[in-house]
């Protein structure tokens, strides 16, 4: 719960001594706070040749209300940003000494159809990355590769990848760096995404790669006209979240990030929870439901509790760890994890899709980890659990599209909780330094996280792994 | 090249030094030798419901000639085998005890269809994975999930990867742990895939996911009409390989396997390695054919040397790296890498392709690497090359199916090479310790892999990026 050394090297004294030894120095994360300014300073936009998202970005810039300057090579910025009568400069290579100019570096690579032609991104990150501020924000804007018809054009832009995660590598100072590839016809969908990705609210999601599809308004009725048409404060006025798990940890972070965007939330948990829950629903003026998830008649429950009046967002949060050395470990244990973590997210929403009870438009959050993507020494049974998640998420995008529901999953890396406070010393601090924060994550960061894929204005978002871990090294 | 401290701990003294000390003892891998027999020992089968596998299983222990022991999860194993005429015990429980009975487990989840029926795969290695000596190997079988029409199906298939991955992370002592989905219609493509990963010649491939599709043997004309037709012993004799950067280093061992394999091998290099170009070709009996490859009148100079005769496989394993962090980063710098690595091998495979030159049943393989799926502290040059790469061998890989030709990668993760002797001591030790075997490769693990790519039975592997890298962790 407490990393006492990046609270020791940020004190005056532990920053000197830290520096006259060497030490890294993790940087103090900004993250998101209801009552400071969520967007400010400036942001530099660099461009590939024919960029496509330019008018998209302009539309952004002016939401979200910053500053802009262009560097050399989006020369087509400042006539777009002028007719808009958005304040514009130019990037100069010459102001790129002091750090702390820039608050986020953005970058057009739509237009990027050969190898040959990715010289620009060097040039841009060349003369900006140092005019970065701390806890900047690095975003790389492209096309889905997979959608490309020319092999030459899809290898250049899965080449994008490979660029963006090097940068996260190379920024420190709580810089984050993702890629965002855009279908051709999703370009107006991208705000509620790249609001995200330059918040404070994605501080600590680094090095990932999201993909914003086309989204069929037909079967999104909650969808407003145009992108200007969201309450940005308050998106989730209105609707009902379910999140299991919900009385501690990360899902009591889940349900209180999902609460302040206006949301009403019913929280689940255990019985032998009860006391929890009730206290952290009672705070959210949310709905406290115990019950074990895992038991036979829980999916019937739960739809006979939210029947009435529907709900709109499921976060799949609940899960427990065994974890023993497979020769060690018993069926009881392997069954219990596989149970609670995967099949009975399966029957909940099976139970809720079938009687429509969670509504057209809706959105299915589910947990998965790291240890679901590389595996884990002593988690054969919560891994194969985890990696189940991604295989739901990624099976059932499809099938739920023609309803408008999106389905994504979160895979939360080092977060500290109770949870990892009870891991020995050495490996507990390994896993907080191997990632490109230098830190472990905080809860908030996985419920922020799940805030942005459950918000109204991420309908083309669906079948995606997001993980929350500052760029953690590990992964296979 | 030399890794002094596997030597030292794996000497009498070292030994005894570092199990008082509890220091960390990497395994001596076994790799091929083609004086030495390449299968041996037992081979434990373990199964789920309804197992689709065992028919092609059967062949390939047969053709591989191990005895085989069944689990209790495996129970139609027997009465097939037995059929078969093949030699096939039980395996009891009780036998658990000691290392080194086993020399493989090898378990078919191709019939699971849901995540309730994952058990047997936790009672299989619960029971056995104690039983497996030094190097052994563990290959789990599945359905590829996409190819799932049911989301049930589809995420207990995909659950499997959480599981091969985290037993390649428990079981160390040089045991690698692998995926191969295989595609229906597919099974009687899967067994140049299992020799391999069954065989020394995977000694440091472990943590991968390999998928086995249907193959057109109309376009496949040096296919022959069954497995059992393939010379096992010299599969590319009459066959001829381009392999580029072939002076020395990982470029050498790829020609050398190649050759050994029965190939009449042309490498290629710059000018200034005409040398040791002509001398490594020379020793196999093969081609030196001395110029720079990203040369504008390189790859018709390429397609003209090559025309007469053709070629059956291209490996592309020539690159470069210019490191240095983007703000330092010379443009020529990022060019040339790019150039080299990426767009190179564009400009000659089109070359070889619309000449036709490339025959029809033909391989392309090109060599990423983990940087490129990771990215890397001052390597956005070389990430993004390695990034691309992997995009080259996605898109191609659909439109190259129609003649027969497969394209896919390798992506090798810390291997002792001249190049990483030169990396300072404190980041080589990390590169070669944070992997399931605790060590760096050897450039005839990348080799060899190749080599299993090549095979005329791997016609139903395309499109796959394999990391040669011993499990590294590091992956994101």
């Not at 989006?74 to 514009?88: C, H, I, K, S």
């Not at 349900?255 to 929890?276: F, K, M, Q, Y």
């Not at 996985?446 to 309908?459: E, K, R």
């Amino acid at each position: 719960m407490n990393d006492s050394y990046l609270n020791f090297v940020n004190s005056p004294f532990g920053a000197r001594l830290a520096r006259s030894l060497g030490l890294p120095k993790p940087e103090v994360l900004h993250r998101y706070r209801a009552d400071q300014p969520e967007f400010g300073g400036m942001v530099a936009l660099g461009a590939g040749r024919e960029p496509h998202l330019l008018d998209a970005l302009a539309n952004l810039v002016a939401s979200i209300g910053v500053t802009s300057v262009a560097h050399e090579s989006a020369g087509l910025w400042v006539p777009l940003a002028n007719r808009r009568g958005l304040m514009t400069g130019r990037f100069e290579a010459a102001d790129g000494g002091p750090h702390g100019r820039l608050a986020a570096l953005l970058f057009d690579a739509s237009g990027i159809e050969d190898s040959s032609q990715l010289e620009p991104l060097h040039g841009f990150f060349h003369d900006t990355l140092r005019s970065l501020g701390k806890c900047g924000r690095i975003v790389v804007l492209g096309r889905p590769p997979e959608s490309c018809a020319n092999p030459r054009q899809w290898t250049a832009q899965r080449a994008l990848e490979g660029l963006t995660r090097s940068l996260g590598k190379e920024a420190r100072r709580g810089i984050t760096s993702n890629l965002v590839y855009v279908e051709r016809g999703a370009e107006s969908g991208i705000e509620a995404t790249l609001r995200f990705f330059l918040s404070p609210r994605s501080a600590y999601v680094s090095g990932q790669v999201v993909r914003i599809g086309t989204v069929n308004t037909a079967n999104n009725p909650s969808l407003p006209a145009s992108a200007s048409a969201f309450d940005w404060t308050q998106p989730l006025a209105g609707r009902r979240a379910v999140v299991t798990g919900a009385a501690r940890g990360i899902g009591a972070a889940i349900a209180s990030a999902l609460a302040a965007e206006g949301a009403h939330v019913i929280g689940i948990d255990i019985p032998s929870a009860r006391d929890a829950l009730d206290a952290t629903l009672r705070q959210l003026n949310g709905t406290a439901l115990a019950f074990d998830i895992a038991a036979p008649e829980a999916p019937a429950q739960i739809a006979a509790a939210l029947d009435e009046q529907g709900v709109d967002i499921v976060v799949h949060n609940a899960g427990i760890t065994k974890d023993k050395t497979i020769a060690k470990m018993t069926d009881a244990a392997w069954q219990h994890v596989i149970d609670i973590n995967l099949s009975a997210q399966e029957r909940i929403d099976d139970a809720l899709l079938a009687a429509g009870i969670l509504r057209d438009g809706g959105r299915i959050v589910a947990v998965s980890s790291i240890s679901g993507i590389a595996g884990n020494l002593g988690q054969t049974n919560y891994a194969t659990s985890k990696a189940g998640v991604i295989g739901r998420v990624q099976s059932m995008a499809p099938h739920l599209r023609a309803r408008g529901i999106t389905i994504n999953a979160v895979a939360p890396g080092f977060i500290e909780t109770q949870m990892t406070a009870k891991i020995p010393l050495a490996i507990r601090e390994a896993g907080r330094r191997m990632n490109s924060m230098s830190q472990g994550g905080q809860p908030v960061d996985v419920a922020q996280t799940i805030a942005w894929l459950a918000h109204p204005g991420s309908a083309g978002v669906s079948g995606q792994i997001v993980r929350v871990c500052g760029q953690s090294l590990i992964g296979a």
